[in-house]
């Protein structure tokens, strides 16, 4: 008899490894395998579980490699604008090109490990130009360091190498991981895999809040210090590589076995070819094109082929998932320099407010799991995967949909007077009348631009000069001030210690000093006559102006200040709820599309599936680089684009989701293999059967 103890142990080996099969097809004329097979070493286990040592070292460099990556691309678009001074347009085009590019690369990081390299070395080797791609990126950030020209070409090369680097050891540390358990150690991995996920999440939170930080809070060279936040990413990588290193000793190796990658697309790839050979009418057709493979391929191949295209075809509609999704580190914390960060107790910077999406998405997953999933359940509603990622895909849109509010929101009509010219630049006339005279003067404006004109008395007389104005609100949440010297002597001014401008007498005007959201009541303006105290009062998020001296007495400046664009008047707070929406759509459709393709892939072709839903990811981002570049158009309007595209593309993926077949790998791979015993001569019928005691 077997007792309730060993009952329950083969249950657990039942439940584990009944996708395994007991016999397997061995020909009878071939000699069974000879030579020394390679036996792994046994790693130290931690305090006396059955968890090896050595995912220490990988769960620590994961968590330094995530870090790393978070980081660095959490203040990158900042960096293109405020750096380089390109535009909103350009720089989201090269940040989703970047990522883009990160979703590519996996496809080679797979090939290298497993035909060539193995995990280990493909990891230590792309770890090694991941850290020279984040050394050359920092050093290309010192503003001293060469001109323009020379800071882009080494970020440029740098966020190559990184992109090459992240993205070729992707796929290959999580299965590495996987690899230091024993097969009856079932459980313990998928823990592992839990504990692995948790690191990701915990480096991409961590990083997204405090690289912003030293980017903002840190000055280095006389401005933002981008140097030292893409210099702590890099100390971070550098310590996730010598990490890694470090348990060498421990981990468990297994060499290269070959890229079923590369054999399925070599037997979609010759089935086409087949195909285009034989297009006479008089050669029978085949119940599927990839039956035009079964003259070099294995019918249990093509089996498991034709089960991971199904699938594949699926994918299509899910890039504008993505496209949506990304635009967290590009459109949206472009949209966040627009609006008010003080939140009383601590005032963010634009680019922290992607912080949110990590620490939603551990907030969530528990939530979704025990909490919404079995009440949908308890209703009686059968919530497929299919209807989930679709749920996913709407509350994304629905997301970008409050981004577009926002966006309009933000953008208030100014308070200039607009005028239509002849051409780009034309000649106007300006009378001023005053206590019975008339004065008249004459200006060239150009077309888009902003203009102030300045009517003042000098010697008896009305004059007038005209300035040009800022066009835009300042970058990064800053604000814009500048002055005009209204004594009849030189002045010079100090605003807060650091800034030293001069400004000619008889309405001299200076240039704008962008400067900190703060108050500013202890500046100084220093005369030929001595000096006094500057009061300016608050400079607000984003606004821009101009502070006019008209007199100095008692100690102190008397000043008039005009307020030329209003201050962010839309808080932060408002892109709570869209930040809310796109995290639950990313639990639903992410971590949904991924187990879902899972169960639907053979056990040989999870990896296949595992490069298509990255690729994804890459031409979701390069839809984005797409949009931006070719049909640049105002920034609400670009929202409720994307929107639109989604909500159209959930409809197809709905309706093609509504016609899949859900299928059971391991039961079509049953049916191929008995249907295939019977042709095979030379080989031992033997049934494939399931493990039992």
Same mark, same amino acid.
């Given at each position: 008899?077997?007792?309730?103890?060993?009952?329950?142990?083969?249950?657990?080996?039942?439940?584990?490894?009944?996708?395994?099969?007991?016999?397997?097809?061995?020909?009878?004329?071939?000699?069974?395998?000879?030579?020394?097979?390679?036996?792994?070493?046994?790693?130290?286990?931690?305090?006396?579980?059955?968890?090896?040592?050595?995912?220490?070292?990988?769960?620590?460099?994961?968590?330094?490699?995530?870090?790393?990556?978070?980081?660095?691309?959490?203040?990158?678009?900042?960096?293109?604008?405020?750096?380089?001074?390109?535009?909103?347009?350009?720089?989201?085009?090269?940040?989703?090109?970047?990522?883009?590019?990160?979703?590519?690369?996996?496809?080679?990081?797979?090939?290298?490990?497993?035909?060539?390299?193995?995990?280990?070395?493909?990891?230590?080797?792309?770890?090694?130009?991941?850290?020279?791609?984040?050394?050359?990126?920092?050093?290309?950030?010192?503003?001293?360091?060469?001109?323009?020209?020379?800071?882009?070409?080494?970020?440029?090369?740098?966020?190559?190498?990184?992109?090459?680097?992240?993205?070729?050891?992707?796929?290959?540390?999580?299965?590495?991981?996987?690899?230091?358990?024993?097969?009856?150690?079932?459980?313990?991995?998928?823990?592992?895999?839990?504990?692995?996920?948790?690191?990701?999440?915990?480096?991409?939170?961590?990083?997204? *809040?405090?690289?912003? !930080? $030293?980017?903002? %809070?840190?000055?280095? @060279?006389?401005?933002?210090?981008?140097? #030292?936040? /893409?210099?702590?990413?890099?100390?971070?990588?550098?310590?996730?590589?010598?990490?890694?290193?470090?348990?060498?000793?421990?981990?468990?190796?297994?060499?290269?076995?070959?890229?079923?990658?590369?054999?399925?697309?070599?037997?979609?790839?010759?089935?086409?070819?087949?195909?285009?050979?034989?297009?006479?009418?008089?050669?029978?057709?085949?119940?599927?094109?990839?039956?035009?493979?079964?003259?070099?391929?294995?019918?249990?191949?093509?089996?498991?082929?034709?089960?991971?295209?199904?699938?594949?075809?699926?994918?299509?509609?899910?890039?504008?998932?993505?496209?949506?999704?990304?635009?967290?580190?590009?459109?949206?914390?472009?949209?966040?320099?627009?609006?008010?960060?003080? *939140?009383?107790?601590? !005032? $963010?910077?634009? %680019?922290?407010?992607? @912080?949110?999406?990590?620490?939603?998405? #551990?907030? /969530?997953?528990?939530?979704?799991?025990?909490?919404?999933?079995?009440?949908?359940?308890?209703?009686?509603?059968?919530?497929?995967?299919?209807?989930?990622?679709?749920?996913?895909?709407?509350?994304?849109?629905?997301?970008?949909?409050?981004?577009?509010?926002?966006?309009?929101?933000?953008?208030?009509?100014?308070?200039?007077?607009?005028?239509?010219?002849?051409?780009?630049?034309?000649?106007?006339?300006?009378?001023?009348?005053?206590?019975?005279?008339?004065?008249?003067?004459?200006?060239?404006?150009?077309?888009?631009?902003?203009?102030?004109?300045?009517?003042?008395?000098?010697?008896?007389?009305?004059?007038?000069?005209?300035?040009?104005?800022?066009?835009?609100?300042?970058?990064?949440?800053?604000?814009? !001030?500048?002055?005009?010297?209204?004594?009849?002597?030189?002045?010079?001014?100090?605003?807060?210690?650091?800034?030293?401008?001069?400004?000619?007498?008889?309405?001299?005007?200076?240039?704008?000093?962008?400067?900190?959201?703060?108050?500013?009541?202890?500046?100084?303006?220093?005369?030929?006559?001595?000096?006094?105290?500057?009061?300016?009062?608050?400079?607000?998020?984003?606004?821009?102006?101009?502070?006019?001296?008209?007199?100095?007495?008692?100690?102190?400046?008397?000043?008039?200040?005009?307020?030329?664009?209003?201050?962010?008047?839309?808080?932060?707070?408002?892109?709570?709820?869209?930040?809310?929406?796109?995290?639950?759509?990313?639990?639903?459709?992410?971590?949904?599309?991924?187990?879902?393709?899972?169960?639907?892939?053979?056990?040989?072709?999870?990896?296949?599936?595992?490069?298509?839903?990255?690729?994804?990811?890459?031409?979701?981002?390069?839809?984005?680089?797409?949009?931006?570049?070719?049909?640049?158009?105002?920034?609400?309007?670009?929202?409720?684009?994307?929107?639109?595209?989604?909500?159209?593309?959930?409809?197809?993926?709905?309706?093609?989701?509504?016609?899949?077949?859900?299928?059971?790998?391991?039961?079509?791979?049953?049916?191929?293999?008995?249907?295939?015993?019977?042709?095979?001569?030379?080989?031992?019928?033997?049934?494939?059967?399931?493990?039992?005691?």
């Amino acid at each position: 008899m077997v007792g309730d103890e060993a009952r329950g142990e083969m249950n657990t080996f039942q439940r584990n490894e009944s996708k395994e099969s007991l016999f397997t097809f061995i020909s009878t004329g071939d000699d069974p395998p000879k030579g020394d097979f390679h036996v792994q070493k046994k790693s130290p286990k931690l305090c006396g579980s059955n968890y090896p040592l050595s995912i220490a070292f990988i769960v620590v460099n994961e968590f330094c490699e995530r870090f790393s990556y978070y980081g660095m691309r959490a203040v990158l678009t900042l960096y293109f604008i405020s750096f380089f001074h390109w535009d909103e347009n350009l720089s989201t085009a090269v940040y989703h090109a970047f990522s883009a590019l990160c979703y590519f690369t996996p496809v080679i990081g797979a090939i290298m490990a497993d035909s060539w390299l193995g995990k280990y070395k493909t990891i230590i080797y792309l770890s090694i130009v991941y850290v020279v791609g984040h050394l050359i990126k920092s050093v290309g950030a010192i503003p001293s360091l060469g001109n323009q020209a020379v800071h882009v070409v080494l970020s440029m090369v740098g966020l190559f190498l990184i992109a090459l680097g992240t993205g070729g050891i992707k796929p290959c540390v999580s299965a590495f991981g996987g690899d230091q358990f024993e097969e009856e150690h079932t459980s313990e991995r998928s823990k592992f895999f839990s504990v692995f996920y948790l690191s990701i999440n915990a480096g991409s939170l961590i990083s997204t *809040f405090v690289t912003p !930080v $030293l980017r903002g %809070d840190v000055k280095c @060279f006389g401005e933002d210090c981008y140097a #030292l936040a /893409f210099g702590v990413p890099a100390a971070l990588m550098v310590l996730a590589l010598v990490v890694f290193i470090a348990g060498s000793g421990l981990y468990r190796k297994t060499p290269p076995q070959g890229n079923v990658l590369l054999e399925v697309c070599k037997c979609i790839g010759f089935a086409i070819k087949n195909r285009l050979k034989n297009r006479s009418h008089q050669i029978p057709k085949r119940d599927h094109w990839l039956d035009w493979a079964s003259e070099q391929y294995s019918k249990q191949l093509i089996a498991e082929v034709k089960m991971v295209t199904r699938v594949l075809f699926l994918f299509l509609p899910l890039p504008m998932f993505w496209a949506l999704f990304d635009q967290q580190g590009s459109r949206w914390t472009l949209q966040a320099t627009k609006m008010n960060a003080d *939140f009383g107790i601590y !005032v $963010l910077q634009p %680019d922290q407010m992607q @912080f949110l999406n990590p620490l939603l998405i #551990l907030v /969530f997953i528990p939530i979704f799991d025990l909490g919404l999933y079995p009440l949908i359940s308890m209703c009686k509603f059968n919530f497929t995967p299919i209807r989930k990622m679709a749920t996913g895909m709407i509350l994304a849109g629905m997301a970008f949909g409050l981004a577009a509010i926002v966006e309009v929101k933000i953008n208030n009509p100014d308070e200039y007077s607009h005028l239509i010219l002849n051409g780009e630049q034309q000649s106007l006339r300006f009378i001023l009348q005053h206590q019975g005279s008339s004065l008249a003067f004459n200006y060239t404006v150009k077309e888009k631009s902003v203009y102030s004109l300045i009517v003042f008395e000098a010697e008896g007389s009305l004059s007038s000069r005209l300035i040009t104005d800022l066009e835009a609100k300042p970058e990064n949440g800053l604000a814009a !001030v500048r002055f005009i010297n209204g004594l009849s002597q030189d002045v010079n001014l100090t605003i807060d210690s650091k800034q030293f401008i001069p400004v000619q007498r008889n309405y001299g005007v200076s240039g704008y000093s962008l400067v900190e959201r703060d108050t500013y009541d202890n500046g100084k303006c220093i005369t030929e006559t001595g000096e006094f105290t500057l009061d300016l009062g608050l400079l607000d998020f984003g606004a821009s102006y101009t502070v006019v001296i008209t007199n100095v007495s008692g100690g102190g400046v008397q000043t008039w200040k005009s307020e030329d664009i209003k201050a962010n008047n839309v808080h932060m707070a408002w892109q709570l709820p869209q930040y809310l929406l796109i995290s639950a759509g990313e639990v639903m459709f992410s971590i949904t599309g991924l187990a879902f393709s899972y169960s639907q892939s053979p056990a040989s072709m999870k990896s296949v599936l595992q490069a298509g839903w990255l690729l994804t990811v890459a031409v979701g981002n390069t839809l984005v680089l797409v949009v931006a570049q070719a049909a640049p158009m105002a920034q609400w309007a670009e929202f409720v684009l994307f929107t639109v595209l989604l909500f159209a593309v959930c409809i197809i993926f709905s309706i093609m989701g509504y016609f899949y077949v859900s299928v059971d790998p391991e039961d079509l791979e049953e049916k191929e293999e008995k249907r295939e015993t019977p042709s095979r001569g030379n080989m031992i019928s033997l049934v494939t059967q399931k493990t039992k005691l």
